[in-house]
């Protein structure tokens, strides 16, 4: 499928751009599906393109992030979307 390899190489592009000013930095392997720990839900697998971490200056400790970059439809980015990410992300720093 061309059009997911191009789709993923894209996300990975853009990810590394957007989070690197943030002085976020990629850990771990890419791209993998994660089996599932908790035994409150069904799901079997989490996805995981691509897992950023910061040092947080102020808990003294390092935060990671697992980004899904794939999971978007480009009907489901919208302004309201990305505003309540924004807000959503600028509430976990």
Known sequence: MAETTNLAHMAELLSKELFGEFLW??????????????????????????????????ARSRIYVNCDLKSYATNSISVGAVNGAMASLARAL
């Open 25 to 58: 930095q990629r850990s771990g392997p890419m791209n993998v599906n994660w089996s599932c720990v908790a035994e409150r839900h069904r799901t079997k697998t989490h996805p995981s393109d691509v897992v950023f971490f910061y040092d947080n200056p102020y």
